[in-house]
Protein backbone atom coordinates (compact mmCIF):
# COMPACT_ATOMS: atom_id res chain seq x y z
CA UNK A 1 0.00 0.00 0.00
CA UNK A 2 1.11 3.34 -0.95
CA UNK A 3 1.95 5.43 1.92
CA UNK A 4 0.97 8.77 0.21
CA UNK A 5 -1.53 8.99 -2.50
CA UNK A 6 -2.42 11.92 -4.82
CA UNK A 7 -5.51 12.90 -6.33
CA UNK A 8 -6.09 15.31 -8.90
CA UNK A 9 -8.99 17.57 -10.31
CA UNK A 10 -10.08 20.72 -11.34
CA UNK A 11 -6.76 22.22 -10.33
CA UNK A 12 -6.92 20.83 -7.26
CA UNK A 13 -3.93 18.24 -5.78
CA UNK A 14 -5.52 16.37 -2.66
CA UNK A 15 -2.13 14.39 -1.17
CA UNK A 16 -3.27 12.06 1.31
CA UNK A 17 -0.97 10.52 4.69
CA UNK A 18 -2.39 7.00 3.76
CA UNK A 19 -1.08 5.19 7.28
CA UNK A 20 -4.50 4.84 8.67
CA UNK A 21 -3.53 1.72 10.94
CA UNK A 22 -0.89 3.65 12.42
CA UNK A 23 -2.79 7.21 12.38
CA UNK A 24 -1.03 8.81 10.01
CA UNK A 25 2.26 8.54 11.82
CA UNK A 26 5.43 9.72 9.88
CA UNK A 27 8.15 7.75 9.11
CA UNK A 28 10.82 9.02 7.01
CA UNK A 29 10.22 6.81 3.89
CA UNK A 30 6.81 8.09 4.35
CA UNK A 31 8.14 11.95 4.47
CA UNK A 32 10.76 11.02 1.72
CA UNK A 33 7.56 9.93 -0.58
CA UNK A 34 5.83 12.99 0.63
CA UNK A 35 9.02 15.04 -0.42
CA UNK A 36 8.92 13.64 -3.78
CA UNK A 37 5.47 14.03 -4.61
CA UNK A 38 5.71 17.95 -3.39
CA UNK A 39 8.66 18.11 -6.05
CA UNK A 40 6.46 16.41 -8.85
CA UNK A 41 3.92 18.61 -7.88
CA UNK A 42 6.13 21.98 -7.74
CA UNK A 43 6.82 21.76 -11.53
CA UNK A 44 3.23 21.50 -12.88
CA UNK A 45 1.53 24.37 -13.65
CA UNK A 46 -1.83 23.70 -13.72
CA UNK A 47 -2.11 23.16 -10.07
CA UNK A 48 -4.07 25.98 -8.49
CA UNK A 49 -3.98 24.44 -4.84
CA UNK A 50 -2.95 21.51 -2.93
CA UNK A 51 -4.91 20.01 0.12
CA UNK A 52 -3.17 17.86 2.82
CA UNK A 53 -5.70 15.02 4.68
CA UNK A 54 -5.27 11.81 6.53
CA UNK A 55 -6.77 8.61 5.54
CA UNK A 56 -9.02 7.10 7.58
CA UNK A 57 -11.64 8.89 10.29
CA UNK A 58 -9.39 9.21 13.10
CA UNK A 59 -6.14 11.29 12.74
CA UNK A 60 -4.61 13.70 10.13
CA UNK A 61 -1.15 12.62 11.13
CA UNK A 62 0.07 11.85 14.90
CA UNK A 63 3.64 12.99 14.74
CA UNK A 64 6.58 10.75 14.07
CA UNK A 65 6.58 6.80 14.13
CA UNK A 66 7.90 6.01 17.34
CA UNK A 67 8.82 2.65 16.03
CA UNK A 68 11.27 4.79 14.49
CA UNK A 69 11.72 8.07 16.37
CA UNK A 70 12.64 6.04 19.62
CA UNK A 71 13.93 7.07 22.86
CA UNK A 72 17.10 4.89 22.05
CA UNK A 73 18.45 7.24 19.55
CA UNK A 74 21.15 9.22 19.65
CA UNK A 75 21.19 13.20 19.92
CA UNK A 76 23.19 12.56 16.13
CA UNK A 77 20.77 10.19 15.38
CA UNK A 78 17.82 12.01 16.53
CA UNK A 79 19.13 15.16 14.34
CA UNK A 80 19.13 13.39 11.25
CA UNK A 81 15.90 11.66 11.09
CA UNK A 82 14.50 14.74 12.55
CA UNK A 83 16.29 17.13 9.74
CA UNK A 84 15.15 15.42 7.13
CA UNK A 85 11.84 15.98 7.92
CA UNK A 86 12.29 19.56 8.80
CA UNK A 87 13.03 20.12 5.28
CA UNK A 88 9.94 18.59 4.14
CA UNK A 89 8.11 20.61 6.27
CA UNK A 90 9.65 23.52 4.82
CA UNK A 91 8.71 22.46 1.23
CA UNK A 92 5.15 22.84 2.43
CA UNK A 93 5.75 25.95 3.69
CA UNK A 94 7.49 27.22 0.60
CA UNK A 95 5.24 25.67 -2.10
CA UNK A 96 4.59 27.84 -4.91
CA UNK A 97 0.64 27.44 -4.44
CA UNK A 98 -1.25 27.44 -1.65
CA UNK A 99 -1.29 24.59 0.47
CA UNK A 100 -4.62 23.59 2.77
CA UNK A 101 -4.45 21.21 5.54
CA UNK A 102 -7.78 19.42 5.68
CA UNK A 103 -7.48 18.16 9.47
CA UNK A 104 -9.97 14.91 9.39
CA UNK A 105 -9.07 13.99 12.80
CA UNK A 106 -6.63 14.47 15.75
CA UNK A 107 -3.11 16.02 14.87
CA UNK A 108 -0.81 15.55 17.59
CA UNK A 109 2.78 16.63 18.11
CA UNK A 110 4.77 16.29 14.49
CA UNK A 111 1.39 16.23 12.77
CA UNK A 112 0.70 19.79 14.35
CA UNK A 113 3.62 20.90 12.65
CA UNK A 114 2.99 19.50 9.14
CA UNK A 115 -0.66 20.80 9.58
CA UNK A 116 0.82 24.37 10.54
CA UNK A 117 3.56 24.64 7.22
CA UNK A 118 0.49 24.81 5.46
CA UNK A 119 -1.14 27.88 4.75
CA UNK A 120 -4.41 27.39 5.72
CA UNK A 121 -6.02 24.85 8.23
CA UNK A 122 -9.81 23.19 8.41
CA UNK A 123 -10.24 21.33 11.20
CA UNK A 124 -12.88 18.90 11.71
CA UNK A 125 -15.52 19.87 14.65
CA UNK A 126 -14.75 17.05 16.31
CA UNK A 127 -10.94 16.88 16.66
CA UNK A 128 -8.46 18.09 18.58
CA UNK A 129 -5.15 19.33 18.11
CA UNK A 130 -1.88 19.83 20.00
CA UNK A 131 1.70 20.45 20.21
CA UNK A 132 2.25 17.96 23.18
CA UNK A 133 6.12 17.29 22.75
CA UNK A 134 6.79 18.77 25.70
CA UNK A 135 4.54 16.10 27.67
CA UNK A 136 8.02 13.80 26.50
CA UNK A 137 10.45 15.87 27.66
CA UNK A 138 10.72 17.91 23.97
CA UNK A 139 10.42 20.80 21.91
CA UNK A 140 9.30 20.03 18.41
CA UNK A 141 11.50 18.46 16.57
CA UNK A 142 10.27 19.52 12.54
CA UNK A 143 11.37 23.52 13.30
CA UNK A 144 6.85 23.52 13.02
CA UNK A 145 7.50 25.45 16.85
CA UNK A 146 9.31 28.60 15.14
CA UNK A 147 6.15 28.07 12.43
CA UNK A 148 3.42 28.07 15.09
CA UNK A 149 4.85 31.83 16.16
CA UNK A 150 4.20 32.76 12.09
CA UNK A 151 0.28 31.89 12.54
CA UNK A 152 -0.70 32.66 15.85
CA UNK A 153 0.14 36.09 17.92
CA UNK A 154 3.67 35.13 19.73
CA UNK A 155 1.78 34.99 23.43
CA UNK A 156 -0.90 32.35 21.68
CA UNK A 157 2.04 30.00 20.47
CA UNK A 158 3.81 30.11 23.62
CA UNK A 159 1.09 29.02 25.89
CA UNK A 160 0.32 26.05 23.26
CA UNK A 161 4.31 25.10 23.37
CA UNK A 162 4.84 25.30 27.18
CA UNK A 163 1.27 23.51 28.31
CA UNK A 164 1.73 21.17 25.18
CA UNK A 165 -2.25 20.86 25.59
CA UNK A 166 -4.71 19.30 23.09
CA UNK A 167 -7.52 21.97 21.83
CA UNK A 168 -10.72 21.44 20.90
CA UNK A 169 -10.91 22.67 17.23
CA UNK A 170 -13.08 26.01 18.77
CA UNK A 171 -10.02 26.82 21.36
CA UNK A 172 -7.74 26.34 17.68
CA UNK A 173 -10.16 28.64 15.93
CA UNK A 174 -10.29 31.34 18.70
CA UNK A 175 -6.56 31.46 18.42
CA UNK A 176 -6.37 31.71 14.69
CA UNK A 177 -4.79 28.49 14.08
CA UNK A 178 -7.41 26.96 12.40
CA UNK A 179 -9.26 28.93 9.20
CA UNK A 180 -12.45 27.15 9.00
CA UNK A 181 -14.42 24.04 11.28
CA UNK A 182 -15.97 21.24 9.13
CA UNK A 183 -18.35 18.98 9.96
CA UNK A 184 -18.79 15.43 8.84
CA UNK A 185 -21.58 16.52 6.68
CA UNK A 186 -19.97 19.31 4.62
CA UNK A 187 -19.52 18.60 0.85
CA UNK A 188 -16.00 18.59 0.15
CA UNK A 189 -16.75 20.74 -2.95
CA UNK A 190 -18.49 23.02 -0.43
CA UNK A 191 -15.16 23.02 1.55
CA UNK A 192 -12.97 24.36 -0.91
CA UNK A 193 -15.58 26.11 -2.82
CA UNK A 194 -13.73 29.41 -2.86
CA UNK A 195 -10.50 28.22 -3.81
CA UNK A 196 -11.59 26.18 -7.10
CA UNK A 197 -12.81 29.09 -9.18
CA UNK A 198 -8.99 30.63 -8.87
CA UNK A 199 -6.48 30.08 -11.98
CA UNK A 200 -2.62 28.56 -11.04
CA UNK A 201 -1.70 31.89 -11.97
CA UNK A 202 -3.36 34.42 -9.40
CA UNK A 203 -2.93 31.35 -7.31
CA UNK A 204 0.90 31.63 -7.30
CA UNK A 205 0.85 35.14 -7.59
CA UNK A 206 -0.84 35.30 -4.34
CA UNK A 207 1.18 32.86 -2.73
CA UNK A 208 4.36 34.78 -3.75
CA UNK A 209 3.30 37.87 -2.03
CA UNK A 210 2.28 35.88 1.17
CA UNK A 211 5.92 33.90 0.97
CA UNK A 212 7.45 37.53 0.58
CA UNK A 213 6.04 39.12 3.90
CA UNK A 214 6.95 35.68 6.11
CA UNK A 215 10.82 36.12 5.06
CA UNK A 216 11.45 32.11 4.48
CA UNK A 217 14.94 32.23 4.45
CA UNK A 218 15.23 34.05 7.63
CA UNK A 219 12.31 31.13 9.65
CA UNK A 220 14.52 28.35 7.68
CA UNK A 221 17.41 29.14 10.16
CA UNK A 222 14.98 29.47 12.71
CA UNK A 223 13.74 26.18 12.08
CA UNK A 224 17.19 24.32 12.29
CA UNK A 225 18.06 25.69 15.26
CA UNK A 226 15.33 24.23 16.75
CA UNK A 227 15.77 20.90 15.36
CA UNK A 228 19.08 21.38 16.44
CA UNK A 229 17.70 21.65 20.48
CA UNK A 230 15.67 18.91 19.83
CA UNK A 231 17.71 16.26 19.37
CA UNK A 232 19.74 17.33 21.99
CA UNK A 233 16.78 16.70 24.61
CA UNK A 234 16.41 13.48 22.84
CA UNK A 235 19.20 11.24 25.49
CA UNK A 236 17.51 13.06 28.51
CA UNK A 237 16.21 11.22 31.09
CA UNK A 238 13.08 12.73 31.06
CA UNK A 239 12.68 12.33 27.25
CA UNK A 240 13.50 8.17 27.65
CA UNK A 241 11.06 8.24 30.73
CA UNK A 242 8.53 9.72 29.00
CA UNK A 243 8.44 7.60 26.29
CA UNK A 244 8.83 4.39 27.87
CA UNK A 245 5.52 5.35 29.79
CA UNK A 246 3.64 6.43 27.22
CA UNK A 247 4.81 3.15 25.09
CA UNK A 248 3.05 1.04 28.57
CA UNK A 249 0.31 2.82 28.68
CA UNK A 250 -0.54 2.37 24.65
CA UNK A 251 0.29 -1.39 25.48
CA UNK A 252 -2.55 -1.49 28.26
Known amino acids: ?12 AEIVLNRPEKMNALSSDMAMELKRQLEELREREDVSFVVLTGAGSKAFCTGGD ?4 HGDLTALEAYEKLNRIKD ?3 DLLTFPAPVLALLNGQARGGGCELATACDFRYGLETASFGFVQGNLGLVPGFGGGELLYERVH ?3 AAHWLMSARMYTAEEAFRIGWLQKIWTQEDIEAEVFSS ?4 TPRQMRIL ?3 Y ?3 MDAGNLLDRMEAEV ?5 LWESAEHKRAVKKFLQTRKR
Open 1 to 12: MNQITVRRREGM
Open 66 to 69: LTEF
Open 88 to 90: VVY
Open 154 to 156: PSM
Open 195 to 198: FMNK
Open 207 to 209: KGQ
Open 211 to 213: LKH
Open 228 to 232: LQCSR
